[in-house]
């Protein structure tokens, strides 16, 4: 055993670690989007107008800060769930980080062809489409994993409890999955699905389901079933 | 009941947490204004005044640096008085980070309109003033949500107590505001004002009356009335 | 003894500090690797061929961001059995910190020439294994003068345990130095040998061997000699 | 009392707070080095000559890197003897993380003109040591103002000793002095200076009296006056 023979110092299962590793990631990405909103180069002028028409970088800035401020709320409603961490469980959330941190890019992309550059706005959207696909994709990873190895969780925990947990976090991947398919064909519509996936994962029924850290009224983390 | 299926590690309020979440926040916004800085292009013999005439990117990044910095000094004041955070909380403090981590970007345009091309002046004076007073704003409408719930607050709470913290809040969005219409008047004029209304944050009288973490002397945190 | 005059706070060994400080840095430097990926320049009507073609950049922010994911994983791992930093270990992990922070200029070099000029693959891809070569030897010097500093361990430390996980750190920096030699001879050879490499470390044999910071499975520690 | 109506969560000082949020600047302004460093446009003929061209940007990258590392070292050396943090203090702390943040541009105009560009490396050398000079000085001032509360500090507290503390200190600030004079005669002999400073409080006689978090052997902390 090598953890006889080199002992540590603290006995914690690495979740606290792993943590505050991951908020770095999700702060740093979080805030990495404004660098993307270009400076325009006008004479003085027209700057005013610029301004304006860079709406679009503007918009999508609020949609990816929305979403990696919640991804952060519920990576965060996992873990303190998790008591151990293994190196899958460490593999999976490295994962996730690599899809949200590649989130400004996809992001300046939407914002640069979305609008101004009518036949860019298809691939634009898809490229977004994806990332914020893939992102989803990779958070319900970890809650499958877990779902598979209850003895990570504190305490005693209920396999269909977990399985509830993954369906609540399937409905934004699949919105992403439809705009994927849908930026070919109207990549404005894309847009609507966005925001009204975000508004829902905020303040709609659903969020009032995902425990937040504090639950200042019960029916917040009651479960209707 | 989820929170009895699935139990969680700790139980301390998600306050902590939504504190070190926004100080990386903070850290990196007021760590990014000086990337927006542009490394001057010139052959080398006019190094020396291309560097002097950057001197309002140098002011624009010193009020940028320390309104961040005072909001990060208020916002820890308000939070070590919070016990829990529940949704709304969460989504208003979201809604604070999005504006603060906007700066870097309203930051650059006025460093890059302000004084060199005067016909941009006012719009990029315009987008400051009004980028710090939805930061005012925002930062207001936590407190606000507080007053009407007392219950997150440590400990028992007078509602009065909170709504004079609310007034002295309100000074600097009432100069921003000002500002925001005086942009088209006279956009250097803005300048001298936000200088002042700094200073007033940092070192003026009501400094001496918002609590700092810690009270070395009494009178730091005396409430005359 | 200024200890005597000057007291501390506390007394613990320094460890969780530069921790914390390293957190940080690793938690940047693997976040800024997106912002090199550059936002491709066309007429919109090649946007979707312009964003597959970037796949070399897509690439090495996967390798880079995998590496750098690791660097924290095994940081984490040595320092959790360290009680004390002297000053010596201090300047060895600030060397080990400059070295990986590095890596998003490497990275941003490797991906813009090692596919689109073949003549600037050798070039890029030798600063891309210099790199990593000395990432990797900065890490093992860490081991090293533990090794020889046995007392700055948590706990009494065998040290033939602490020299086989010298050895147990030393493949990929060997990988590295070869792809170093051959870049000037096949560039794209060393991609496969980088990516084989990086698997290695995430879930080949030697990572079983590799103790994370909870030992889920009692196999994940145990060390067959 | 605002205090007394608005009762605190923990009665900590301050100073771990302050701590946590000048690691963050810190550890960003010392990750945001690097993407000041240009990639080069060249066919990829020249890319490799290119990169050994860019070594006055590897030089300042690690100048400026082990600058901000050892500020990092120092300002935990200080606030691990800081038990209550006043305004003045917090005001005094946030100047000196202003001119640190602002180093990575510094750091990138030394770097492109200094050697490139013979008659741009006077400003360019003067910059620098300028920005040097006055983070030496923001340091100090927290020293100084230290020296006259001392009822700040955890324990009791020597006002000689803290003094010697700041004599201490002096030796870099001197150093940039004279090289922000030497600048306009020979920018070149500033780097000597620059490297043998760095060198000195890295690993010179200074160095060892330094006090670092923990001290492994006594002679680290022993004060031969």
């Known amino acids: 055993m090598v953890r006889s023979i080199l002992p540590e ?4 299962g690495g979740s606290e670690r792993l943590e505050a590793f991951s908020d770095g990631i999700l ?29 679009p970088s503007y918009l999508a800035y609020g949609l990816s800060f929305t979403t990696i401020g919640f991804v952060w709320v519920a990576h965060h409603s996992m873990f303190r769930r998790v008591r151990d961490v293994d190196r899958m469980l460490l593999i999976l959330n490295l994962g996730l980080m690599l899809c949200v941190a590649f989130l400004p890019f996809s992001t300046a992309v939407l914002a640069r062809y979305s609008f101004t550059q009518s036949s860019g706005a298809a691939p634009a959207a898809e490229l977004y489409s994806i990332n914020m696909l893939v992102i989803g994709l990779a958070f ?4 499958v994993y877990l779902s598979f190895h209850l003895s ?15 369906l609540r976090a399937a409905p934004p991947p699949i919105v992403y999955a439809l705009t994927a398919a849908l930026s070919f064909v109207n990549a404005k519509a894309c847009y609507v699905l966005w925001v009204l996936a975000t508004l829902y994962v905020a303040v709609g029924p659903a969020a009032r389901k995902i425990p937040v850290w504090v639950d200042a009224s019960s029916e917040a983390v009651s479960d209707a079933n």
């Open 9 to 12: 110092r603290s006995s914690d």
């Open 27 to 55: 702060a740093i990405a979080i805030t990495l989007l404004v660098i993307e909103i270009r400076i325009p180069s006008t004479d003085g002028t027209h700057l005013g107008s610029a301004l304006r028409h860079l709406w």
């Open 140 to 143: 319900m990873s970890l809650w």
């Open 152 to 166: 990570l969780f504190v305490g005693h925990v209920d396999k269909k409890a977990v399985q509830r947990t993954i």
